[in-house]
């Protein structure tokens, strides 16, 4: 994994922060104290690994803004991508945006980091200078122990475990000891031992009392049952008493039930129901006979009415004739309104027409022709004669404004040709100024002697730029002369080509290099040369103006020339308006006094009047209309009446009210017609109804006389009262029986039936049972009485609570031993597996680790020492020297053990066998002297020729010395802070 960019939203002093880390694998990142270096490595691994909410707010900035930031890096697996985490989103989780477009989450990059959290890369890949002041912290006799722990896993918590370990272990129990918790537990679990015994002998006692106790309890339950039995079978007997004359009268009534003729087939309660239909029956065929009368009084009436009816198509002629006459008042109406109308609207548009002021009457509307289009036509040509005129206007003014900016420039133009130099004199000023340069050079040289060669060379690239710069003026002026016609600016630009050639022609007649250089006079003076220079650049200066005026004078004519086009093609446009007009007013000749712009106004007006002489038009046409149509009704009226023998009437109004009248007297007959017929279809259906309500009472009557077997309503009856009887006996029997349910249950019932005791037989034996009660409850006495006594000395040894608070502080203390020696046990095991773990790392990986780091902290002591041992057999962390001799580690330095330390972290790192991380190392070699940095950076070149990642955090300037071609990012650069 590499680490390619940085960019940091907010996060401690960093605000909007981006840093490219360089290509190398190795580089340092530097600054004094409080610059950001432990900031920017702190970003770096909350970006790889998050932190908590709380630890993320110790990072807001104190400006405020949000946390978090982004970092651009590189994997084998994944290659390019960025990794995003802001304390706002998503709760700080990872978001990971790949080349390809798509988003990953935490998951995603978990599986990329192959299961390395933030306190593994801290132990393998990461370590400062605060891990060297734990080094120093520690005792000489535990130094050993840590570095082991570091060789192995790259941090000092085996050692702190094993420790821990060891401090609860002696905590808990010592096989000599008194304080420890178990060891104190026991003495006192053997102190309570002793008085248990004693308390037992007294349990064993109480024991036998609750066991007689017991075997009472169950014969007092024994003889409690009996007793309930014997209850059970006394009321038994005692309701067998109570029953007996209830039983005698239920066996007399069977009696006479058997007796009885078989009535089953006689339909239940027949006789009620037979009673029921004939109440039903009555008022129905008293409401039929009434109904069957008045159907026959209906029928006469509607016959008597039916012979002084019209014919149907009479009175559809007289009803018609009736019902237009209504129409006819209201076309009599809308003729004297139509009349009125004509008469107003003649008058309006003899108004109209007048307002006009034209050469023509109303009546010539007529003959008035006006196409859809020629609204169109007419407000074409006022838009073409105004659009004419606007543009002539537009063009005038225009053409003023061009010919006076063209007057503007031709002035400018004269005023610039009186400041241009004379071709001589530009000359002359050119010479001046290289002479005065050619003599700076030479004196320049005569200071710092070069070779002649390259003097020479210096004077032609001078004089072949001179030329270049001169033909590139010639050039400009010869596109100017050309643009603007200006036959001046082809010399000018000539003389400045040849100018140019000059110096070029003499570069060509220098002497030999050999030869002496001879120093260079100058015939003026500085202030003559400041003033050539003045002058020629003031003279370039006008010949540039003077190139942008005359493009802008050519502009400006050509600009003329198009409006003088421009002109033409208006006169064009404006002979084809005039020609349109005369051709409009050739066709309408009231247009002759009436100019083109009020055309289409008039055109509205025409168009108003031409509709107020249509609608006068359409009112004769609606006029004639109604008077037809009024002058047929009277002639249909008068035929209808001739045909009745009727007189023909002077007025319209008489015939239609005798019209009237007769249809009134042949609307009341019908409606007294319908009500006749009404009643009597409603008087068919109730009697239809009454016989529909009468069929099931009718039906009911047969299905009884038929289900009992009988002809006539004689017998029916008779079978009637035999079954009312048979119910009578069945009501007593059942009588009983309820009488009984209390007491007996239906086989008991029968049973008594089939065996009925006598009265004497019964109180007997309810005598016997009471006998056997008085026994046993004579005997449960006894036995309570006897029960009571165990139970008085049972109270007396459970009123002393000495025994279960003893037996319950004995448990507790039982238990408490038992949780101790649980806990013990748990830590022990702890510490023999992390023994076991010790010993199976020791001798796996450990030699790897020791051996990579024996080369670097042979290197970093420059060679003094060869080897390093872990602890075996008893003997210490150790290292040797050349002639091997072995050190323990308390034995060394503080510098050597800080090496000794380094080489450790930086061993682990290499042998670790997953994703190789960026190693962050902060300020780690504060107490190395310069050797020991030069080699301390050999070895981390080294590491980082491995295509392993490194940057070193340091406020050293020395490192940076020691670090030579190593890329350096410096928080004190200006640039740098101010991204901060």
Request: with cysteine; net charge negative; hydrophobic share 35%.
């Amino acid at each position: 994994m590499k680490l390619l960019a940085a960019h940091i939203y907010g996060f401690g002093k960093w605000q909007d922060f981006r840093v490219k880390f360089p290509e190398e694998n190795l580089f340092l990142i530097s600054g004094p104290n409080e610059s950001g270096k432990s900031t920017i490595r702190q970003f770096l691994l909350f970006i790889l690994f998050g932190l908590p909410p709380k630890q993320r707010e110790f990072f807001r900035p104190k400006t405020g803004g949000k946390i978090g930031g982004r970092l651009k890096l590189w994997t084998e697996e994944a290659g390019m991508f960025y990794i995003e985490r802001t304390h706002e989103k998503q709760s700080g989780e990872a978001v990971c945006y790949l080349p390809d477009g798509s988003v990953k989450g935490s998951d995603w990059w978990s599986k990329q980091l192959k299961g390395m959290n933030r306190e593994s890369f801290e132990s393998v890949f990461s370590f400062d200078a605060d891990d060297l002041m734990k080094l120093h912290a520690m005792k000489a006799d535990e130094l050993g122990e840590l570095l082991l722990g570091v060789g192995m896993t790259g941090t000092d918590k085996i050692y702190s475990i094993e420790k821990q370990l060891e401090n609860e272990l002696d905590k808990r129990f010592k096989p000599h000891g008194k304080n420890p918790e178990i060891n104190s537990q026991l003495n006192k679990l053997a102190s309570m031992q002793q008085e248990w015994i004693q308390l037992q002998e007294q349990e064993e006692s109480y024991q036998q009392q609750k066991k007689a106790e017991t075997e009472l309890v169950s014969y007092l339950e024994m003889i409690q049952r009996d007793l309930e039995d014997a209850k059970a079978v006394r009321t038994k007997q005692e309701k067998l008493v109570q029953a007996l004359p209830i039983l005698y009268m239920l066996a007399e009534e069977e009696g006479k039930w058997t007796q009885l003729p078989e009535t089953d087939h006689f339909p239940e309660n027949g006789l009620e129901r037979y009673e029921y239909l004939q109440e039903q029956l009555l008022p129905l065929r008293s409401r039929l006979a009434v109904l069957e009368s008045n159907e026959r009084e209906y029928r006469q009436e509607i016959w008597t009415l039916h012979q002084q009816l019209w014919p149907k198509e009479k009175l559809e002629r007289a009803e018609a004739l009736g019902a237009d006459y209504e129409t006819y008042q209201q076309q009599a109406s809308q003729l004297d309104y139509l009349k009125q109308m004509r008469k107003k609207a003649v008058t309006e548009l003899k108004q109209q027409v007048n307002d006009l002021h034209l050469d023509f009457n109303w009546e010539q509307l007529g003959s008035l022709s006006m196409p859809f289009h020629l609204e169109d036509s007419w407000h074409q040509i006022k838009e073409a004669e105004q659009q004419v005129e606007a543009e002539w206007e537009s063009i005038e003014r225009e053409e003023r404004s061009t010919e006076e900016q063209l007057r503007s420039l031709r002035e400018e133009q004269r005023r610039l040709d009186t400041g241009i130099l004379e071709e001589s004199k530009a000359v002359e000023l050119q010479q001046m100024i290289d002479e005065k340069r050619t003599q700076k050079y030479v004196e320049s040289s005569n200071r710092n002697p070069v070779f002649p060669d390259q003097f020479d060379q210096w004077r032609k690239r001078q004089a072949w730029t001179l030329l270049g710069a001169t033909a590139i003026g010639a050039v400009l002026l010869g596109t100017a002369a050309f643009l603007s016609d200006i036959k001046s600016f082809y010399a000018i630009g000539l003389i400045l080509f040849l100018v140019g050639m000059v110096p070029v022609w003499r570069t060509r007649r220098l002497p030999d290099p050999a030869s002496e250089r001879e120093p260079v006079t100058l015939r003026w003076t500085e202030t003559d040369y400041k003033e050539a220079e003045e002058k020629l650049r003031r003279h370039y200066q006008i010949l540039d103006e003077q190139h942008s005026i005359n493009g802008q004078i050519k502009q400006r004519s050509l600009q003329l020339l198009k409006l003088s086009e421009r002109k033409k093609f208006i006169q064009e446009k404006q002979l084809q308006v005039e020609r349109q007009i005369r051709e409009q007013k050739s066709q309408y000749p009231f247009l002759t006094d009436v100019a083109p712009a009020y055309w289409p106004k008039l055109y509205h007006k025409l168009n108003a009047c031409m509709e107020k002489y249509h609608s006068l038009i359409r009112l004769d046409q609606e006029q004639d209309e109604l008077i037809q149509q009024m002058e047929d009704y009277r002639k249909t009226l008068t035929v209808f009446f001739k045909e009745d023998g009727l007189d023909e009437a002077d007025k319209t109004s008489d015939f239609v009210h005798l019209l009237l009248e007769q249809l009134e007297t042949q609307r009341q007959i019908r409606q007294t017609l319908s009500q006749y017929e009404e009643w009597l279809e409603r008087t068919i259906r109730e009697r239809e109804r009454l016989l529909e309500e009468m069929q099931p009472y009718e039906q009911d009557t047969v299905l009884l006389f038929k289900t009992a077997g009988v002809q006539n309503e004689e017998e029916f009856r008779r079978l009637g009262r035999q079954q009312q009887e048979a119910h009578s006996i069945r009501g007593k029997m059942d009588s009983c029986r309820s009488q009984l349910a209390p007491l007996l249950s239906r086989n008991e019932i029968s049973h008594y039936l089939d065996n009925l005791p006598s009265q004497a037989e019964a109180e007997q034996g309810l005598e016997q049972i009471e006998n056997k009660l008085e026994e046993l409850e004579s005997r449960m006495d006894a036995s309570r009485q006897q029960l009571a006594d165990i139970r008085s000395k049972i109270s007396g040894m459970e009123r002393s609570e000495h025994f279960s608070q003893f037996k319950h502080q004995y448990s507790g203390e039982i238990e408490q031993l038992k949780k101790q020696v649980k806990q013990w046990a748990v830590y022990q095991t702890a510490k023999e597996i992390l023994a076991e773990t010790k010993r199976s790392y020791q001798q796996d990986y450990l030699p790897h680790t020791l051996k990579a780091a024996a080369a670097h902290f042979h290197k970093l002591t420059d060679g003094k020492y060869a080897d390093i041992f872990p602890p075996k057999e008893g003997r210490p962390f150790s290292v040797s020297d050349q002639e091997g001799f072995r050190y323990a580690v308390e034995e060394l330095s503080k510098g050597t053990a800080d090496q000794l330390y380094v080489s450790l972290r930086l061993a682990l790192s290499s042998v670790y066998q997953a994703e190789k991380m960026p190693f962050f190392i902060d300020d780690a070699f504060v107490h190395f002297d310069q050797k020991r940095e030069e080699e301390f950076g050999s070895i981390l070149k080294n590491i980082a020729d491995q295509q392993q990642q490194i940057i070193l955090f340091s406020s050293s300037k020395s490192i940076q010395k020691s670090l030579e071609e190593v890329p350096v990012i410096d928080l004190e650069n200006r640039e740098v802070m101010e991204l901060a």
